[in-house]
């Protein structure tokens, strides 16, 4: 097991209190395994891509704990977490595009990024990973300002993956780009799998159709908990929670035409995490919801693999 | 009504002093008839967009011609009577140090002074009750209040309160989340309804291909193919609308691979003389259309096929 | 191109004011300057009408204007007649540039450094913030009356006024040259100190956003020491404040001036005070041209300087713009 | 941002409007209430003061080269002058040179810096040419220039010659503000309202940059103010009445500080250093009132 996420809880402080942004979350990631990270604005997903490696000044850990490869990773401490960072997890971030600084050449700010790790940087290392995601060379002696936005999505793919760390998160990272580029950065990012170049990844997207194409397993998260969790077949093909069925059956599909069948969204809209309600948060938009929906339902296996949290499941 | 686009073209002049000149948009020609949804596909820098500010008039056109129902685009008072625009980011839509409900104002004070405040009042509400939305809970509040969702129904319940026959929707669901936007792509179906053209600009094909009766494929400016949504989408002729379509991510279907847009003739540059027409409805930009067609298709239809040249 | 419009602008208002002042312009000059022996006035009268030359089309006189201006001729001072305007201000100027260079050059570099030390730690920041805000605010000449009052009257240790001891005669002595850095210190420091306020300011508020930067957001999430996130962020921040450098000359150019009169220090300042005061309007005009020259010079000299630091616009100039 | 953003759910069930929030934050925030506090005292200290005073301010009315009494609060002058009636009469003069030239030059910053982001094309750059024109002209000897040959005398006419020349960088500012406001959609969903370019600037930009505005004319405010006793201080100030950059070019004259008057030039200074720092510390807690990025949690 790569990564065991225990209960954990991360609030964000905000003027009128505290927003439970992720509020009691378990799961377990596999070594090889991609997992993807699906959820609508404001369910906490990158809270959770955050959490795993550097939290902002907001956030605040207030309980749980994230076990990767056996060791507690401490992710509400700053200094103590640096150690992990880079060697252990890494990030994709959904800025890509801006985040090279922009006075210096790639190539001399990776050289000095790996060296104030304390890693005596691999020149043929570097260029192989290049190579794996058709760079040309030459990229290194380029100011950030000299790429295309692809380019640079690729070039920080590479650089954080650089030190083959055992976690790799990728967070909404083809949001900003054409379907074309979209579909060659997920496979180059599955390919950073498949080559070894990182153990695992959290792939985060609000977009379950994406993730399905390159997920082994599909997390669906609601209002800062676990709503499903289970192999991306299942998900896609027979999901149980009324929440990830409604948000499947939402999406029109190539061929699907409102004249021959006509979707429907899901009505409401999530509560406030400032001060979330008791029990099943999705049980105001619930066509199933009963009694017993004002208690909290557990994230229970139903099937190998397959974890739901909800009392009909 | 009819929207009409002939050879319309849009070249920028960029740099310091209007030095270089960018061709956004080149000889694009297309209609959008009443009761109807035509979807604009086009990935980034297709164009897509400065068609749309075109046909709202917010942008000059450089050469060609839009006109509505025979007469051309005026950009002012009567021409935004019967044509409006929803643009993609809500909350860039709205003035944010204003309360949501001032667009209606603004309608109000333009074209409706002799209303008296209840009967103005009664009309906004009947606009937002027609948009699904309980009129109480978005009157009265500040943008930041309300979901991106409520936000675009706002701003399609204040086109519906002008006489209007052309709605161009930019991209208006792209900032929304997968569960509400379905909702606000069926109310544009609904308003089709009402005898006015919708133009759906966006770069989700599935949207497009969810929503439209007629579809238009623009890359780098150009219309590469269109016709009958189910013909683009069912039988895609060009190797580009192929190739995007084979690179949406579906939901059951993993990605396959489709033949890179390069291994077709046009694209090595070869010229091409405009649009032809490949079947019923169907207009597809390639010099070799024939050709291709008798490969892909074994001969079954590409004998019949009459080539025609269409446009310039 | 913007240099050359400007220096255009400039000399033309500097010929329009006085053609176009209400009332006649040579017997207003003659008359205020106050001069008593008759030969001089005679002299004046006549060198005033032919250099206006008001018998001469406008245009003509314009282009005379042009002429002499491109000749380095300024005119002759009426304060020390009759020495060219020219050679007066040349006695002053290296008094000027002597105190200018070193303290505006010093202010932005130690201004800066302390900024970007401050920002982000909070006790630093909670001292160099309210100084900075203090001295900025302050008017040049007081922060110099204070300087003087408190080092040079109470405490005795600096002079108070001239380039130089009144006993002394300029040479290349090192007695005179301690004598010279002596009286140079007071104005230097007072110079010095109400800029580096600006750039301290300026520089901590560059250097938080910086740090909020995408690029330095990403750094920490790799791990990177504060050390090398910081070193870029100044990297960054610096460039900006190398504009603000070229924005402030006129500030700093009018502080100069002021500091100067305080002092009584021998170099443009006391000469426009000198002008005002004995009515010399062509040592005016002539120290106003030289003025916007130097400073025209120098923005021209940051702006090559800017381009030469920043890569980007390197990049852009190469055609690489991706 | 994005992130607190995503974790905030737009709360639909908080109405709290944005000015009512920008007033919450505003009196709780230590700089902007010490700094407009500060301000305010000067300001009414030389509204009032004056009429408590009966002579002149510049008449002699004691023995000279008094230092502070209780009868003379901040001593006399060389020739008896009461500093502290020249020094209330000087705050109310410069008080309004800082006020005129600011308002001056935001006025010609906003028209130039609307017109210039709004409209683009030709326009920007023929006013973007006359802004860079008159930022690097060195202010000060262009007044001098001015002053001395026009021979401005009266505080009026200086406020309005400082505006004149004080603008470019507001308007540059205001013209990368506009421009970047001029690519939202609100302002080409004004036009679909059928709204003109006159009506768009002035009631959907400007309105959405008012607490920038602000910003702006107070940093201008401060600026003429310096700028003004600059001007005095050199000997090109209003001939008549008394300014704090006079006092101070009259306490230099006359060798107060080699004399050891301090009271004759410590006040003006430390006058015009408070009124010009409680601006900016006031600019400050402003901004971080308007920007909530800025407020420290």
Known sequence: MSLRVSDLKVHYRTLRGDVRALDGVSFELGDAEILGLAGESGCGKTTLGKSLIRMDGRMRHVGGTVELDGTELPIGDDRRMNDFRFHEVSLVPQYSMSALNPTRKIGKMVGELLRSRGVTPDTAKLLGRLDAVGLPHEVLDRYPIELSGGMKQRMVMVISTLLDPSLLIADEVTSALDVSTQKAVARALAGFRDNGFVKSMIFITHDISLTYQIADTIMVMYAGRLAEKAPARTIVEAPRHPYTRMLIDSLPEVGVRHADRRLSGIAGSPPSLLDPPAGCRFRDRCPLAFDRCAEEPPAAEIAPDHFVACWKA | MMLRLDNVTKVYKVGAFGGKTLTAVDGVSFDVPEGQVVSLIGESGSGKSTLGKMILGLVPVTAGSITLDGAPVRPGKEYYRHVQGVFQDPFSTFNPVFKADRVFQLIREAYFPAATAADWDERVRAALRDVRLDPDQVIGKYPHQLSGGQLQRVLIARALLLDLKLLVADEITSMLDASTRIDVLNLLAEIKGRGLGVLYITHDLSLGNYLAERTVVLRHGTVVEMGATDRVFGRPLHPYTRQLLSAVPRLHAPWEDAEPVTSCLYHDGGATGGLAEAGEDHFVACARLEGCLEERLGGRSGGRLEGRLKGR | ?322 | MTALQEAVPRDAAAPVSGRREALHFALRNGKLLAGAGVVLVLLLLGLIGPLTIDAPPNEYVGPPMQAPSSEYWFGTTTFGQDVFAQFVYGLRTTFAAGLLGGVVASLIGMVVGFLAGFRGGLLDEILNMLTNIVLVIPTLAVLLIINAYLGIRSVVAQAIFIGLTSWPWAARAIRAQTFSLRGRDFVDLARLSGSNTWKIITREIAPNMSSYLLLTFILLFGNSILIASSLDFIGLGPTEGVSLGLMLQNASQWSAMQLGMWWWFIPPGAGITAIVGALYVANVGLDEVFNPKLRET
């Open chain 3, 1 to 322: 191109m913007v240099y050359g419009l400007t220096f255009v602008v400039a000399v033309t208002v500097d010929w329009m004011i006085p053609r176009f002042m209400p009332g006649d312009p040579v017997a207003g000059m003659v008359a205020r300057a106050n001069v008593s022996q008759p030969a001089a006035v005679e002299a004046m009268r006549q060198y005033y009408t032919g250099l206006f030359g008001f018998d001469q089309p406008l245009w003509r006189q314009y282009l005379n204007f042009w002429t002499a201006l491109l000749h380095g001729d300024f005119g002759i001072s009426i304060w020390v007649f009759p020495t060219p305007v020219s050679d007066v201000i040349m006695g002053a100027v290296p008094y000027t540039l002597g105190l200018m260079i070193p303290s505006v050059l010093l202010s932005w570099v130690v201004g800066n450094r302390l900024g970007a030390y401050a920002a982000r730690r909070r006790l630093l920041d909670n001292t160099v913030l309210p100084v900075g805000y203090v001295l900025t605010a302050m008017p040049y000449m007081w922060l110099a009356v204070l300087l003087a009052w408190g080092l040079g009257v109470i405490a005795g240790v600096f002079p108070i006024a001239g380039g130089y001891s009144f006993s002394m005669q300029p040479n290349w002595s090192a007695e005179f040259l301690l004598d010279l850095l002596h009286h140079w210190a007071l104005p230097f420091a007072s110079l010095f100190l109400v800029a580096l306020g600006g750039w301290a300011i300026g520089m901590r508020n560059m250097i938080i956003y910086e740090l909020e930067s995408d690029y330095s957001t990403y750094l920490a999430a790799l791990g990177a020491p504060q050390r090398l996130i910081r070193r870029y962020a100044f990297r960054n921040a610096v460039l900006p404040q190398i504009t603000g450098l070229a924005l402030q000359l006129g500030v700093l150019v009018a502080g100069a001036l002021v500091t100067e009169i305080v002092f009584s220090y021998p170099g443009l300042g006391s000469l426009i005070l000198k002008a005002i005061q004995n009515q010399d309007f062509f040592l005016l005009q002539g120290t106003f041209m030289f003025i916007v020259l130097g400073v025209l010079a120098a923005n021209f000299i940051i702006d090559i300087v800017y381009v030469v630091v920043d890569p980007r616009t390197r990049a852009g100039m190469a055609g690489a713009q991706a």
